[in-house]
């Protein structure tokens, strides 16, 4: 009876390849000599650009190996041994699974047999030096595409969406007729201007399946959640060209969106937004409180009360999702913990609760105030017609130049500052000053999703522990949570409870 053996055929990139590299002549090389060697072939694995350094179990390979561990397959059949792999030490760690299974490697095109006297000196020595190749190609093609983006060349073979490459818009072919390649950008003008509102929407709030739904209707076609992710930071958008090693040219087309609109976009990450309507709408404090048992994030679930069938709301510790399974996992009722933390900051009589929060959003409204008098200075300049004239032209440009460095001077300082807890939907609200400083004129309930973003204002982080088995529900819920506040230590420290 043959023996049965796996094979496996790996091609780094297929795009260029000739027919000799083919997965096509490899699977009929194996082929033909598993019929010369009476070998039957039983799960053949074949992987198109994959390279060689990458690890085994990242590839179908490690299943093969697999297969000779649990004694389905006597071995892996390949047809050189860089197919296996171009990395040393992952390539004689595979290699030594196999052997200890009692299984072999063969690269027939190689004459290599890992039953053969002296092969492992030959698997060392060929690992060595596809090793060594790898190593050329990555630093040519590293030096190759960074000197591309250095010319202003996209280097994916995909232009993003809301621009097209060059030899798309403007197609040109050498003397053979073959497609001259040019992968600098071109602003598509059909998509580019659903991209920037893609930016904008993002920037007032919206979800990412919102942005997603908004361009599926523009586009006509299906855009994923996680692209919508990509798509907002990617700093092509910007006009910026990027490779490896840090290599970026900043000017390399024309931009879609400006730098502030993509840095403001930027601060929303990790932002929490409730959906309007659901269980989570209850709950004024979801997103920043955790579980003191973990310290993962609670989530808001709805159960129902068993006294009135009413739907209510709860921080519930989903302790699977975090690091292991949660021995102490969290649960409280969304009411309790919303109106203890409520209560603390209504009771603030001396102040002392909200100071930091009130420190930090002074310090931005004097320097977006800097800013907005540096503008002015210098548009009242650049606008009076009567100065060049009467100046002449230097000092006049000097003038420019001066009031120019202070307005770059006071968006640096404003650039500056911490500014996670400053609501940008304030941006157009009045500003009342209180003994000499700045506070943004807030109305409390009128609007249940702006009462939620004042309260991260002053809040850090609320953690709760999980209730005392012995008292459970009549355990006082100002026990089981810490607040901590913006710019302050926590207000209590909770009690350690036992699994």
Known sequence: MPSMMDSYIRVSRTGER???????????????????????????????DVSGGTAVSGRKLERLVRRVEEGVSSGVVTPFLDRFGRDLIEGALALKRIHEAGGKLV??????????????????????????????????????????????????????????????VDPRYDARGKLIRDGRLVVDEATAPHIKRAFELRRDGSSYQAIADFLKGKLGRGIAKSSVSGILKNRAYLGEARGPNGAANPEAHDAIVDEDLFARVQATAGEYHTRDGSIASQAMLGGVVYCGGCGHKCSVSGSTDPKTGKRVASYVCKGKRASGDCSNRAVARVSLVDGFVLDLIKNDEDGSIVSGALAAEQEYLVAREAVREAEQALDEWVDDPALSSSLGRNRFQRGILKRQEALDEARQVLWAIDDRHVDEDDADAPVVWIDGKPHVYRPWGEDREKDRKHLRRFIESVTLTRADPKRRRWQPIEERVVVKWVGQAESAEAPKVAA
């Open 18 to 48: 000739d027919d000799e590299e083919s997965v096509e002549v490899y699977r009929e090389q194996v082929a033909e000599w598993a019929a010369s060697e009476g070998v039957k072939i039983g799960q053949r694995a074949e992987e198109t």
């Open 107 to 168: 690269a027939f095109k190689d004459g290599f047999d890992s039953t053969s006297p002296g092969s492992k000196l030959v698997f060392n020595l060929r690992m060595a030096i596809a090793e060594d190749f790898l190593d050329r190609v990555k630093s040519n093609w590293n030096t190759a595409t960074s000197r591309a983006v250095a010319n202003g060349i996209h280097v994916a073979c995909k232009a993003p969406l809301g621009y097209l490459r060059q030899d798309a």
